[in-house]
């Protein structure tokens, strides 16, 4: 099953890049997590890969609270051959679709992640200072802000120096000053080079997720 792995922390702009990948084409299998940020209500978050992570991983000290990696793989493994073909199945799309899924704690199994499925990564990056800020809007614990970034970022970074996962970087401000550029650059690197024609439906989402009202991004 090709998996696309959206990575960054909380604040980072994830939620943006997870939006215009579902309009270019990957398939997200639902129901996703609603966040209380009138900026970002939809996370594209699935709540049953939230759900699989937290029972792996915990979200208040962003520590592995599984045994071992082969248990960790084991869940994964029970939720692709479970959940995920089931969604697949039920939307009539190809497990080559490929599969998107979002969550920052899951960069803590990025490894094992990339073990059970054939996975390209697309990193979010943004200041540490702009995701705290954007915590503090939003009145969350610490560790969703910069605290948590100083985890997650580490955890990613490690497996791209240390693997051969595909990967690729995305600033979350140069997506917003110049969201046509990144979006092709995406693009290519998802589908590889095959593109599935989607581009303007994208754009209008970057253009509105920049301006003032809407979401800053997850």
């Known amino acids: 099953m090709k998996l696309v792995l ?3 922390s909380w ?6 890049v997870a939006g215009l ?3 270019i084409g990957c398939h997200a299998p639902g129901p996703f997590f609603q966040s209380n940020d009138p900026r970002t209500l939809n996370t594209y978050e699935s709540i049953p890969f939230i759900e699989t992570v937290q029972r792996l991983v915990s979200n208040t000290t962003l520590a592995l609270s599984a045994p071992s990696s082969d248990a ?9 051959h479970g959940f995920l073909r089931e969604a697949c199945r039920r939307r009539g799309v190809s497990e080559d679709g490929p599969v998107m899924l979002k969550y920052p704690l899951s960069a803590v199994i990025i490894s094992e992640i990339a073990r059970v499925f054939d996975t390209r990564l697309i990193v979010v990056v943004r200041p540490l200072g702009r ?3 954007t915590r503090k809007r939003r009145q969350w614990p610490a560790i969703f802000g910069e605290a ?5 970022y580490p955890h990613i970074f490690d497996h791209v120096i240390t693997h051969d996962t595909p990967a ?3 600033n979350h401000s140069e997506l917003l000053k110049h969201p046509r550029d990144c979006l092709e650059d995406i693009e290519r ?3 590889r080079g095959c593109s599935h024609g989607r581009l303007d439906d994208a754009l209008s989402f970057i253009r509105t997720s920049s301006s003032p009202a809407p979401a800053e991004g997850r």
């Open 72 to 80: 960790v793989i084991e869940a994964l493994s029970r939720f692709k």
């Open 168 to 170: 690729m970087v995305v």
């Open 11 to 16: 604040g980072s702009g994830t939620s943006v």
């Open 131 to 133: 995701i705290e800020d």
């Open 21 to 23: 990948l579902v309009r």
């Open 189 to 191: 690197f998802v589908f």
């Open 148 to 152: 948590g970034a100083k985890v997650i």
């Open 6 to 8: 959206v990575c960054g």
